[in-house]
Antibody, heavy 118, light 105 residues
Framework: EEQLLESGGGLVQPGGSLRLSCAASGLIFSNYAMNWVRQAPGKGLEWVSV????????YYADSVKGRFTISRDNSKNMLYLQMNSLRAEDTAVYYC???????????WGQGTLVTVFS | DIQMTQSPSSVSASVGDRITITCRAS??????LAWYQQKPGKAPKLLIY???TLQSGVPSRFSGSGSGTEFTLTITNLQPDDFATYFC?????????FGQGTKVE
């Protein structure tokens, strides 16, 4: 069974850093582009970043560009999100996800909560 | 960036009703649109991709249509399990973007 499991969330002060991890199992990890999507408390979904299956290509939302870095280790079936210069508005549940495009391959983790507070 | 505008933001409905949710893209996205259902505290669940393809296992009372800039999600014979929030998402151009959501209550 395909599974994505995030970890690394927690409390951090503004300006601080945090690294999220996502462990994938039950699928051929390197076949999939991987995304981070976040959801602030009581708000909608916001796409954050994507990395291609090979790791060669990355894209970011304008709101995190220059502060967040997505990466992956296909040998370990792991996805990462390095978050620097965190702001209060980065407070959210962060999901790792495989999102559909041509096919219905779509998997989401359970999410990890990041709270930025002073 | 492509803006996705959903309407209505909320809809009051009853079991057995037919409801339609609209999603408009600020520019042409062909058929690169997905619809999700989300319940509180849970990750979104894919309902529809490529605008009208029903995801495996999703009941046939859900349907999607549209292309270009205007899309609809229709739920016929609304069931108790369908009371949730629904989001559209464009997959045409990065950054991928979501609509703001429609709460069915």
């Amino acid at each position: 069974e395909e599974q994505l499991l995030e970890s690394g969330g927690g409390l951090v002060q503004p300006g601080g850093s945090l690294r999220l991890s996502c462990a994938a199992s039950g699928l051929i990890f390197s076949n999939y582009a991987m995304n981070w999507v976040r959801q602030a408390p009581g708000k909608g979904l916001e796409w954050v970043s994507v990395i291609s299956g090979s790791g060669d290509n990355t894209y970011y939302a304008d709101s995190v560009k220059g502060r967040f870095t997505i990466s992956r280790d296909n040998s370990k079936n792991m996805l990462y999100l390095q978050m620097n210069s965190l702001r209060a508005e980065d407070t959210a549940v962060y999901y790792c996800a495989i999102l559909p495009r041509r096919t219905g391959d779509c998997y989401w983790g359970q999410g990890t909560l990041v709270t930025v507070f002073s | 960036d492509i803006q996705m505008t959903q309407s209505p933001s909320s809809v009051s409905a009853s079991v057995g009703d037919r409801i339609t949710i609209t999603c408009r893209a600020s520019q042409e996205i062909s058929s690169w649109l997905a619809w999700y259902q989300q319940k509180p505290g849970k990750a979104p669940k894919l309902l529809i991709y490529t605008a009208s393809t029903l995801q495996s296992g999703v009941p046939s009372r859900f349907s999607g249509s549209g292309s270009g800039t205007e899309f609809t999600l229709t739920i016929t014979n609304l069931q108790p399990d369908d009371f949730a929030t629904y989001f559209c998402q464009q997959a045409n151009t990065f950054p991928w973007t979501f609509g703001q959501g429609t709460k069915v209550e």
